[in-house]
């Protein structure tokens, strides 16, 4: 199994440190998962607003090529810093056959299932609420709710585009 690992870091400042660390903890997720060849993209100095990234494309890339079976990234972050951006990359991978995984999550998950994974993950009881900019806790029913909502909003704007 071909495993690709993603390291992201915006500022050049702590990159080498932070580097180290997102690396050294995607290689033991890595190891973990028997991987017989590792690909590692680094973005350094690259923020996670925009998608268009030397390391991120040259692993698009890759996997539309059918050369990597898994990304392994620290956590959802690492590919954008929007929901939008995360779920973009999510469903490309997706139609590429790649799974994501995340050394940073509730659970080791496949991520091939897509947008019902990444909300899985979502910690209970805190949402981003992104139309109104801050943070609220709530119940897991308002919750679910809520991000349901959020997911079909972004779903029908991430597929009114791909349509045009």
Do not use: W
């Amino acid at each position: 199994m071909t495993i690709a690992i993603y390291v992201r870091v915006a500022r050049k400042e702590v990159s080498n440190m932070a580097i180290e660390a997102q690396l050294n903890s995607c290689r033991e997720l890595a190891a973990s998962l028997s991987a017989s060849n590792i690909i590692v993209y680094i973005d350094d100095g690259y923020s996670g607003i925009e998608l268009d990234r030397p390391g991120l494309n040259s692993m698009l890339l890759d996997a539309q090529n059918k050369q990597i079976d898994t990304v392994i990234t620290y956590d959802p972050s690492r590919l954008a810093r929007d929901y939008a951006g995360v779920l973009t990359l999510i469903d490309e991978f997706d139609l590429a056959g790649v799974n994501i995984q995340y050394v940073v999550s509730s659970q080791r998950t496949d991520y091939r299932q897509g947008v019902a994974r990444l909300l899985h993950d979502i910690n209970a009881g805190t949402i981003i609420d992104d139309t109104r900019d801050f943070n609220k806790t709530v119940d897991s029913t308002e919750q679910e709710k809520s991000l349901e909502e959020s997911l079909l909003s972004l779903m029908r704007a991430l597929y009114s585009k791909r349509g045009a």
